[in-house]
């Protein structure tokens, strides 16, 4: 079952995701805290090793995606902990060199044993949330940036992980106590930290988001922009446990519009954050919870595709990597109504349209799809059409999943619809 999972998400019979992040050892969401190296004052990394939960279940998942990936499969990776010998805050102080060299040195360790499982990375943040999580003291921008500076980017490209091959996001944080522009200038205005480093890395989570991705887009207009985490309905742990959502509708909508926004702000990509949790919104090591697109329930050997798994197929399946953004204008602006457009790199023209007014279902009498280890909804491939065909792909409330239909062009538009609103579409812009 957990193959079909990885199809669902990834396969060109599933909504063709093509960017995933991996924890770089635990994260908040696993059972409990690891790493890869606990041997204390293990300095040559002499002791370090990929656990059970990498070789077992991590890596073999990765490499399934990536043989079934539709569009092919970026990677990047994110650390949550640091080795407690390694982030020891006097030693910090009396000896950073030695700490943050050695710190460099893990990464490029764990890059190089993945890649002996015949995984690749595209990219790495630093730190993910350093407002939440940062042993390493990236908190401080300065302190990201000299790592970035001194040892991170030296050690990456003395093995081989040049900035062509390899891409380094700064920032990686959505908590408004950690400001997004001042952050970032502080690592971009240091010529000597920004040879290194090809992207700005946020979460969605960040109250004023676009306004700050507009202005270092204006600022860094040749670094890249990527919102790399989105998790919904996060909470603390009851007692007992009170299960996920299901057949939720709103959040369908709140992603829908919320990723037509991001790619309106200069954003290159959209990664949520867990493909799947259990029922309860499970494992998480720090006694809380979220919602995932995909809820297990291993007790009755299935799982369950919630409304925004959908949501999110409505551009992962149809908007190819390397697709640009053009110009899109309504003649007017009905409550929860976005639209969005891309051409693909094979010319064709996708129109992503947001039209959910109101979103009362969830639930159990809402639509969701129940999948087991034989059965699923698999979704057709999407091909190139010829000149002039326009495909529709429809999801609703009422239980249509990607419903196909034929569309035709017409030369008369009725303007006396008071409901009709009219796209117009600019390839030049």
């Known amino acids: 079952m957990s193959d079909r999972v990885i199809k669902d998400y990834f396969s060109a019979s599933g909504i063709g995701f093509s960017m995933a992040r991996i924890p770089i050892a635990g994260c908040d969401f696993s059972t409990h805290e690891y790493t890869y190296d606990d041997t204390k004052d293990d300095y040559s990394l002499a002791h370090f090793t990929m656990p059970d939960e990498e070789i077992k279940y991590k890596i073999p998942q990765i490499n399934l995606a990536k043989q079934v990936a539709q569009h092919g499969l970026k990677l990047y990776g994110s650390p949550w902990n640091t080795p407690h010998w390694l982030n020891d805050k006097q030693l910090l102080k009396t000896q950073p060199d030695k700490q943050y060299e050695t710190w460099a040195n893990y990464f490029v360790k764990f890059l190089d044993e993945y890649k002996k499982h015949g995984i690749e990375l595209w990219g790495l943040t630093m730190q993910n949330e350093p407002m939440s999580f940062s042993s390493m003291n990236f908190v401080n921008a300065s302190i990201e940036r000299d790592f ?13 992980y040049t900035k062509d091959k390899m891409n380094l996001m700064v920032y990686d944080d959505g908590s408004t106590d950690n400001p997004m522009i001042q952050y970032v200038d502080t690592c971009l205005s240091d010529k000597d930290a920004a040879k290194y480093v090809t992207g700005i890395a ?228």
């Not at 001194?150 to 003395?158: D, E, N, V």
């Not at 003649?331 to 007014?357: H, L, T």
Request: charge should be neutral; glycine fraction near 4%.
């Open 202 to 429: 946020f979460h969605c989570y960040l109250a004023n988001r676009y306004a700050a991705v507009d202005e270092l887009h204006k600022k860094y207009p040749d670094i890249f922009t990527m919102m790399t985490e989105c998790c919904q309905n996060f909470r603390l742990n009851t007692n007992p446990f009170t299960p996920s959502t299901l057949g939720d509708w709103d959040q369908a909508r709140d992603y829908t519009e919320q990723i037509i926004d991001t790619f309106r702000h200069w954003v290159s990509g959209w990664v949520e954050w867990n493909l799947a949790l259990d029922i309860y919104g499970h494992p998480n090591k720090d006694l809380k919870a979220g919602d995932a697109p995909l809820l297990i329930d291993a007790k009755n050997k299935e799982y369950l595709k919630n409304p925004n798994f959908y949501a999110i197929g409505h551009f992962s399946k149809f908007i190819a990597p390397d697709s640009v953004r053009v110009e899109l204008t309504e003649s007017k602006s009905p409550p929860y109504f976005k639209s969005i457009a891309f051409e693909r790199p094979d010319n064709s023209i996708v129109v992503v349209v947001s039209n959910m007014g109101t979103t009362d279902r969830k639930g159990k009498d809402s639509v969701y799809c129940v999948c087991n280890a034989t059965y699923c909804d698999d979704l057709d491939p999407i091909t190139k059409q010829p000149a002039g065909n326009i495909l529709s792909y429809q999801t609703s409330q009422s239980g249509d999943r990607f419903k196909e239909s034929q569309l035709k062009f017409t030369k008369q538009i009725d303007h006396d619809n008071a409901d009709r609103v009219v796209l117009t579409l600019d390839k030049s812009k």
């Open 148 to 160: 970035v500076k001194k040892h991170l980017g030296p050690a990456l490209t003395k093995a081989g």
